[in-house]
């Protein structure tokens, strides 16, 4: 289980998150939607502490941290307990797709580098990349490349799988097959959070949706609520410019 | 004697000033071993901007740059044993080869360290956060992940400035050291032949500089196809 409580996030004036609370239950798939600049990211990036929160809580399976005064060892135990899938891949470029996978098991968690190995090639083999172990990353299509990133955290067995719009740098025909290796990835019982602008995999996947809009989270329910019924004017303002077909009587 | 220029004696001194070869060879890799190791230091000091030392880097990179290396090469000659005398360090019996690989390893260090910092810098914000995301600490991350980039990105300025400190090591003589520039003086005036003591001391610079730049553009060719 990972639990957000009352997180603050400024940059400058400008005030990206204004107390967000956020449960999120084991094995869930929680769908974070918002229109641009609503802080989405930064929320992501909070809870790695790639972005470090002004205030506020952070509680991750026996793990409770306070943002305000982490240290650097908890910070680390946090991204251990984590892993982070970016809209820009963001493979280690000096690495081939197998030692991407391996590092954060080798050098992070100190495993011996057989294990390790055997580790990434059963995460490669899940999303697809059987014959691709030894390719860089600029030997890689977006697509693989996507599915590389996603291998790396799912190898790191982390409590949580952040996904930062993790198809929105792809062109439309690679879309399809990291949609699918997530919901395998999801099939499987890991907890994800996962920013995106993809409705469908929101409707068909996520058991959680969270509408953030101004740094609040404005709403939140079944993909069924809020879909289909959907209490607050900005939710419903956002629905329909995102799903231009979409009608409340669904 | 006779003639101004005996094509003769350049074959005579050629073996005379090339035996001293491994002193130039030793100041040039003293001075990037330790110019890469300090380079680092102080470029992680001022990318970390660790108070003080910080300020004392940005002054001391400036220094360094601003001012001729036999200039400094003399201040440290003078003045690094009275420096040393305040803590109580005697090193007025250091022969002067000493003098010359600290100058040569300090001036190095500032010249790394702008290149070192550029490189780094030069590393997308993305590969940093990726290895924090799998769990490296800042250590681990710039050692696995940023280091091994930036040294590719610096490869090219890197090979410049071994050919450069190489060319440079031809004022360490100044001190009275007797690498290879050094050995062609004491022939010239032993002799009053110098002009063919520098035409040996020209063909073996132009030589060795082009052997560096042939294996530096070599070896990162071997670097980048391994990556594609
Ligand atoms: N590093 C930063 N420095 C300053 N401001 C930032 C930084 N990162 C984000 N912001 C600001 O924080 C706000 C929220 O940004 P964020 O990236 O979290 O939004 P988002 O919901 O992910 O948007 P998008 O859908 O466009 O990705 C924006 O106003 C943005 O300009
Ligand atoms: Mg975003």
């Known amino acids: ?250 | 004697m006779g003639s101004l220029f005996d094509i003769r004696l350049v074959f005579e001194y050629f073996p005379l000033i090339f035996s001293r070869f491994p002193i130039t060879l030793l100041i040039v890799v003293v001075a990037i071993g330790a110019g890469l190791v300090l380079g680092l230091f102080i470029a992680l000091v001022r990318m970390r901007k660790v108070l003080l030392l910080n300020q004392f880097a940005i002054l001391y990179v400036s220094f360094v740059r601003g001012t001729p290396i036999i200039v400094q090469l003399f201040i440290i000659y003078y003045g690094f044993p009275l420096l040393l005398e305040q803590v109580g360090i005697d090193i007025t019996q250091w022969e002067k080869i000493y003098f010359v690989l600290v100058t040569y390893g300090l001036n190095n260090a500032a010249f790394m360290s702008e290149i070192i910092r550029s490189a780094i810098s030069s590393v997308p914000d993305g590969q940093r956060e990726a290895a924090y995301s799998v769990g490296l600490s800042r250590w681990q991350a710039l050692r696995r992940v940023i280091l091994p980039q930036a040294f590719l990105n610096a490869f090219p300025v890197f090979g410049t400035r071994v050919v450069n400190t190489f060319e440079s090591t031809s004022l360490a003589f100044t001190l009275g050291i007797l690498d290879m520039v050094g050995q062609a003086q004491a022939i010239g005036s032993r002799t009053y032949h110098e002009l063919e003591g520098y035409v040996v001391l020209a063909i073996i610079f132009i030589a060795i500089s082009m052997i560096l730049e042939k294996l530096f553009v070599h070896a990162e060719k071997r670097f980048i196809q391994q990556r594609r």
Not at chain 1, 22 to 47: Q, W
């Open chain 1, 1 to 250: 289980m990972i639990e957000l409580k009352n997180v603050h996030k400024a940059f400058g004036k400008n005030t990206v998150l204004k107390g967000i609370n956020l449960k999120v239950n084991k094995g869930e798939v929680v769908v974070i939607l918002g229109p641009s600049g609503s802080g989405k990211t930064t929320l992501l990036r909070c809870i790695n502490f790639l972005e470090s929160a002004d205030d506020g809580e952070l509680i991750i399976g026996d793990t409770k941290v306070d943002f305000k005064n982490a240290t650097s060892k908890e910070i680390l135990a946090v991204r251990r307990r984590t892993a982070m899938v970016f809209q820009n891949y963001n493979l280690f470029n000096n690495m081939n797709a197998i030692e991407n996978v391996m590092e954060g098991l080798v050098t992070g968690r100190k495993m011996p580098i057989g294990r390790a190995r055997e580790i990434a090639k059963q995460a490669l083999d899940k999303v697809g990349l059987k014959d691709k172990y030894e390719a860089y990353p600029l030997q890689l299509s977006g697509g693989q490349q996507q599915r590389v990133g996603i291998a790396r955290a799912i190898a790191l067995n982390p409590d949580v799988i952040l996904f930062d719009e993790p198809t929105s740098a792809l062109d439309p025909e690679l879309v399809g097959e990291v949609l699918s290796v997530m919901q395998a990835v999801a099939k499987e019982g890991i907890t994800m959070i996962v920013v995106t602008h993809e409705m469908s995999f929101a409707m068909d996947i996520a058991q959680h949706i969270i509408f953030m809009a101004d740094g609040n989270i404005v709403e939140e329910g079944s993909p069924k609520d809020i879909f289909t019924n959907p209490k607050e004017k900005r939710t419903k303002q956002f629905l329909e410019r995102i799903l231009p077909r979409w009608n409340y009587s669904i």
